[in-house]
Each structure stands twice: as C-alpha cells, then as structure tokens.
C-alpha cells in the first residue's frame, strides 16, 4: 500500500491567493483527518470526516478554509484567501474507522504564504 | 477530549531504556491512550496504544496505573534512530478517533 499520498508536497504563494491541498486517503479507510502543525500551535486537527462526511469543523480556523471529501478516495482543504500567518505544515491521516485508534499520517505539505 | 501534558525534552544515550511520561488528569471513561512518533519532515507515526493496566508490542510498553490520570511509555535499549518527538493524544473511539495533540517531548538519544 502507498500509503496516505498528499500533493503538493511544498507550495509557495502570495498572500490573496487561493490554495488547495489535496489527499488520497489508504484504500478501505473511513476516515479522514485534516491537521495543521506550526512551531507556536504544535498539532491542530482543523477537521475529520467519516464515511466522506465532515463530523467535527470545530478546528478549521475561519471561513477562509474549506474542507470537502467528494469520495471515499480523495479530500481537499482550501484556503480563500491565503494570509501569511496560515503558513504551516498541513497534514492529511485515515484511519480504518470511528472505532479505529491508529491514524496513519501523510507525508504533509509544507504551506508557505509571502 | 483532555489534552495531555509531557516533558518537553529528553536526553538518552544508545542502549538505554528510556521511560516518557504524559499526564492526562482529565481523561474520561471512555477514551483511549495513544502515543505516537514523529520524525523531522514526516507525519507521525502510530506507537501503541491502550486502556490500563500494561501494553506491550515488539517496539515499545506502555504503563497505565489503575487511576488513568498518567502513562509511560517504555522505549528498550534505545538507538540514535529513536531520537524524534513523542506525543501521547487521548482518543474517544466513539468520537470517530479524533486525536489532540499536546506539545510532545523531543527525545534526543546520543552515542
């Protein structure tokens, strides 16, 4: 298995700008998890879905992000308009379910906004 | 779900076994303990996990007293590939396994 598979693995924009991320979740996994981690905040989930709907948005900082899982194989987190201060890494997990307690993580994408 | 509370930092040497402790005072009946590793420029990587008493698998222990309100986790004759940050989030399994993260140790293991 590749694993969890996340693109871009870095992306540099302006401020103003639009960003989406994306993730590819393990096969067979109904889970899915949003994190953001930043050398101030540590690690921060923003969102989690399963069976490809969002349960809890509590983390999702402001309405500038969205989160959407349009299939049990693919999410995407955006950002609208980007700030710098939203530059981080972000990371995609799944996991096999609601009663799994193993996550597995991607590799991340590193957000950086100028 | 309770956040947890770690050293910070931690110094170990190749061979040692070395014991990390989380305090979760706050935890409720009904989560989980988790740890998990993380390397430089990766994402974490589940450890083990457990409810009480003592846990065991072929990379690590994990020590619960009867209270819950901390855990250790044991690392066996460490190397200088162990050295990362580890974190010890709560889970609630019927919360869809969310995990908060504390601020983790960063264990560094020297020659």
């Known amino acids: 298995d590749a694993g969890v598979i996340q693109s871009p693995r870095h992306e540099v924009t302006e401020m103003g700008q639009e960003v989406t991320l994306r993730c590819k979740p393990i096969s067979g996994h109904n889970s899915l998890f949003w994190y953001r981690q930043t050398m101030m905040r540590g690690l921060e989930l923003l969102i989690y879905?399963?069976?490809?709907?969002?349960?809890?948005d509590s983390g999702m900082p402001e309405d500038r992000f969205s989160a959407k899982m349009p299939n049990a194989s693919f999410s995407t987190l955006k950002i609208q308009p980007s700030e710098p201060r939203d530059s981080a890494v972000y990371f995609c997990?799944?996991?096999?379910?609601?009663?799994?307690?193993?996550?597995?993580f991607g590799p991340g994408t590193r957000l950086t906004v100028t | 779900l309770a956040k947890t509370t770690q050293p910070i930092s931690m110094d170990s040497y190749e061979g040692q076994e070395v014991n990390i402790t989380c305090s979760h005072n706050?935890?409720?009946?009904?989560?989980?303990i988790t740890w998990y590793q993380q390397f430089p420029s990766q994402g974490p990587r589940f450890i083990i996990q457990g409810y009480k008493t003592k846990v065991t698998n072929e990379v690590a222990s994990l020590f619960i007293p009867a209270d819950r309100k901390s855990s250790t986790l044991s690392l066996p004759r460490v190397s200088l590939s162990d050295t990362a940050v580890y974190y010890c989030?709560?889970?609630?399994?019927?919360?869809?396994?969310?995990?908060?993260f504390g601020q983790g140790t960063e264990l560094s293991v020297k020659p």
């Open positions: 879905f399963n069976n490809n709907v969002p349960i809890d």
């Open positions: 997990a799944s996991s096999e379910g609601a009663s799994a307690y193993e996550q597995y």
């Open positions: 706050n935890i409720a009946t009904n989560d989980y």
């Open positions: 989030p709560l889970t609630e399994l019927n919360q869809g396994g969310k995990l908060i």
